[in-house]
């Protein structure tokens, strides 16, 4: 079955520690994207990647780090200085960057203790 | 497994027309269900959903919730070309701590 996971589906963590989590697509997708839930908000763009070894910030970037060694893996670590780390995360991909139709995963759940 | 559907995947229509998009869901202890309308960058929130059968509307857009039937659909009277987008449904559910699905996601073509 092609698809997006993400690991693990819940994290708690420390104030202070960094913490990274995990996304991967076996769609064969170019472009992939972490986004940041809070309650009774939209979804906002931390980072995306639209090729190997390429990323670009999105509008909350501040606090996050990316890498994008492989196609298939688009790993999002939250580190000490993202001051409210404690939110539901979502990683999409799409075909192609740009296009309209994003695949997401299953979320993870930080919350920072 | 918690599961949402949405259909149709893909609908072309002319300007004008009204379309209903649908979205039914199977998740445990159900929180809400929201509505996205998603083009060529983040998706953009359009409704929220958690009781049965109050229709929320925004302009053009109307949406209703059945929790006995687990289902809701997104309306859009008069369409027009920049209705063209992806709908995303998405279902959030958990305990203590939340969990949120997302449907396919329903591609609207609006023609002139």
């Known amino acids: 079955d092609g698809g997006i996971t993400q690991s693990p589906k819940y994290l708690f963590r420390k104030e202070g520690q960094n913490v990274t989590l995990s996304c991967e697509q076996n769609?064969?997708?170019?472009?992939m994207y972490w986004y940041r839930q809070d309650p009774g908000q939209g979804l906002r763009l931390i980072y995306y990647?639209?090729?190997?070894?390429?990323?670009q910030k999105g509008d909350i970037a501040e606090g996050y780090s990316v890498s994008r060694e492989k196609k298939e893996s688009f790993p999002l670590t939250v580190t000490s200085a993202q001051k409210n780390p404690t939110a539901f995360y979502l990683c999409?991909?799409?075909?192609?960057?740009?296009?309209?139709?994003?695949?997401f995963g299953p979320g993870t759940r930080l919350t920072v203790l | 497994e918690d599961k949402v559907v949405q259909s149709p995947l893909s609908l072309v229509v002319h300007e004008g027309d009204t379309v209903t998009l649908n979205c039914s869901y199977e998740?445990?202890?159900?929180?809400?269900l929201l509505w996205y309308k998603q083009e060529k960058k983040a998706p953009t929130f359009l409704f929220m959903l958690?009781?049965s059968g109050i229709e929320k509307k925004s302009g053009r857009l109307s949406s209703i919730l059945d929790k006995k039937e687990l289902f809701s659909i997104l309306n859009i009277t008069a369409t027009q070309t920049g209705d063209s987008a992806v709908y995303l449904c998405?279902?959030?559910w958990g305990g203590g701590a939340d969990g949120l699905t997302f449907g396919k996601g329903t591609h609207l073509i609006i023609q002139p």
């Open positions: 999409a991909s799409s075909i192609l960057p740009g296009t309209d139709t994003q695949y």
């Open positions: 769609l064969n997708h170019d472009a």
């Open positions: 990647s639209q090729i190997v070894n390429d990323f």
């Open positions: 998740v445990t202890n159900f929180r809400s």
């Open positions: 958690t009781s």
């Open positions: 998405a279902v959030q």
